[in-house]
């Protein structure tokens, strides 16, 4: 079956740091592919997503590229900030499955000024 | 503005008690799921619907029960069967494809006294 699979944390960075949060896949077919993003005590929101190989989902200086040959979609972000602490979650949704996503387990980011 | 409530944020139940969590969309998705989040854990699934009178048990599904009556509306009831149902709550609704991703509600966090 469907699985995604995300670097373990926490991760604690610096203010002004480059992050990468690894998230590869495992899918039958062509899934859509996202991130969500967690903060303290709410529900997860939609931060960026790609629907097909190749293509680059970006929001609020993050970025993510559908990589269909290494199977991942890792989030990046040139210069992280004290606010985007939070746990942060990549999904999939393919054609199988009757149309559910599948989340990988999160991974806490915490950002120190 | 169109978004999915969760009410209350905050339930507190008794030994042998159910109780019901609700859930209302007004985006006219198609879909609504609900899942259990425990502390620093990822998501599991408890029950799914695809459409109006109809729905899917997923992974966690013993000791809850649903309903969908109407597309806005997809409430959870946490049975007295369920043992150990302190845990945060998320209820989300998405359009049927695989091209959407998912709106979550804000959740509910409830607690056994």
């Known amino acids: 079956g469907d699985s995604v699979t995300q670097m373990e944390g926490p991760v604690t960075l610096s203010e002004e740091a480059f992050l990468t949060i690894n998230c590869t896949y495992t899918a039958t077919g062509y899934p859509s592919l996202f991130w969500y993003v967690q903060y303290p005590g709410e529900g997860l929101q939609l931060l960026l997503k790609a629907t097909k190989a190749d293509d680059k989902g970006s929001n609020k200086g993050f970025e993510a590229t559908y990589r269909k040959e290494t199977t991942s979609f890792h989030l990046e972000k040139g210069s992280v900030q004290v606010s985007d602490s939070a746990v942060y979650f990549c999904a999939l949704r393919g054609n199988t499955n009757a149309g559910k996503s599948t989340f990988g387990d999160g991974t806490t980011l915490t950002v120190k000024p | 503005d169109g978004g999915i409530t969760q009410s209350p944020k905050y339930l507190f139940r008794k030994e042998g008690q159910n109780v019901t969590l609700s859930c209302e969309q007004n985006?006219?998705?198609?879909?609504m799921y609900w899942y259990r989040q425990d502390p620093g854990q990822g998501l599991r699934l408890i029950y799914y619907s695809q459409i109006v009178n109809d729905f899917q048990k997923g992974d966690i599904a013993e000791g809850y029960s649903v309903s969908r009556e109407k597309k806005e509306s997809f409430p959870l009831t946490v049975t007295s069967a369920q043992k150990n149902p302190t845990a945060f709550y998320l209820c989300a609704s998405s359009m049927g494809t695989e091209a959407y991703g998912y709106t979550f509600g804000s959740g509910t966090r409830l607690t056994v006294v």
């Open positions: 985006l006219n998705h198609d879909a």
